[in-house]
């Protein structure tokens, strides 16, 4: 196993402060689909448009740091990758469940017919592609065979990048989900991070100018894979540095990052139950959160009874 001693740590209020305003900036998207605002010149000014995909590059950092930090803390075994696995798909099949039940009940989808193959394909009922989740388990999977059966650790990233850049080509050459899945290239630079920190003075200046000439080309409507890599790249080390420099994290905004990935999928129902045309946009995104963190704590309270009854403690 490598030694860590020399690899860069980012705090664990850092990073959850990271994945927290990844996942509002998601929500946010989410949210304001639903009202006309998010076409107007002052939201294009802002790079609304984009919150979804520069939130998803953030999310994308994080796990890229996050699995190959554990990965040098923990031997590459099956009952690792399984257990990591494990975190992502029983949580996605539990929220399936949930949107089979509730689903039918709101005021957008009455009277549907739920179709359970979704279920394998790691689609939400009607349709709702969660696909961050197929792409996150390809890179966990990914990663994983790479520590596994490659000792150099130059090399690995080297080959993570082969990988990843192929994968995103394939994806965005088929014309698979737009510029969403190009976020993922992201994952790469935080798996490199582990090791080669990105925030250097040389490293921070190069992306302060990258992501202001990306800022020009989107709000003049000059847009391609390229700017949005360089752009989503540039972003993730820019939010980095300004939040290791931020001493003062809330807890709320660190429970959203604990569980971050609980409010993705669990965002989707909330935003069901809740009717978007008689509310302001602010309330209803602030609805959405509250409504969204209830499930969440619902969902982890339960999850802790049923734990507790399968692998009751000895006191």
């Not at 002052?42 to 520069?54: A, D, E, K, T, V």
């Not at 394998?120 to 596994?148: A, H, N, Q, R, V």
Request: aromatic share 14%; charged share 10%; glycine share 4%.
């Amino acid at each position: 196993m490598e030694s860590t001693k020399e690899k860069h740590i980012i705090s664990y209020d850092c990073g959850y402060a990271i994945r927290a305003i990844a996942m509002l900036m998601i929500i946010f998207v989410h949210s304001i689909n639903e009202y006309e605002c998010y076409s107007s010149n002052i939201s294009h000014l802002l790079l609304i448009p984009m919150f979804g995909i520069l939130g998803c590059c953030l999310f994308f950092f994080m796990s890229g740091y996050g699995m190959v930090n554990s990965l040098y803390k923990n031997r590459p075994t099956a009952k690792y990758l399984i257990t990591h696995i494990k975190k992502i798909i029983i949580p996605v099949i539990v929220v399936y469940i949930i949107n089979s039940i509730l689903l039918p009940h709101t005021m957008a989808y009455n009277n549907i017919e739920i179709d359970h193959y979704n279920i394998f394909t790691l689609s939400l009922p009607e349709g709702t592609d969660i696909w961050f989740i197929k792409i996150i388990l390809f890179d966990y999977i990914t990663t994983f065979l790479l520590f596994k059966l490659i000792a150099e650790t130059k090399k690995r990233f080297i080959y993570l990048a082969i990988v990843q850049t192929a994968l995103v080509a394939t994806l965005f050459l088929c014309k698979a989900g737009g510029y969403w899945y190009i976020s993922n290239l992201c994952f790469v630079l935080g798996a490199i991070h582990t090791t080669y920190p990105v925030f250097k003075k040389k490293h921070i200046a190069m992306s302060i100018t990258l992501f202001a000439i990306y800022y020009l080309c989107i709000i003049n409507g000059i847009v391609s894979a390229p700017i949005q890599i360089v752009g989503g790249l540039a972003f993730c080390v820019i939010a980095l540095c300004a939040l290791e420099k931020t001493t003062y994290r809330p807890q709320w905004l660190l429970y959203i990052g604990k569980n971050s990935l609980l409010y993705y999928l669990l965002s989707i129902p909330a935003m069901w139950l809740i009717p978007s045309n008689i509310m302001h946009f602010t309330l209803y995104f602030a609805a959405n959160i509250i409504a969204t963190t209830i499930f969440v704590f619902a969902y982890k309270g339960i999850a802790k009874l049923l734990t507790e009854k399968i692998h009751p403690t000895n006191e």
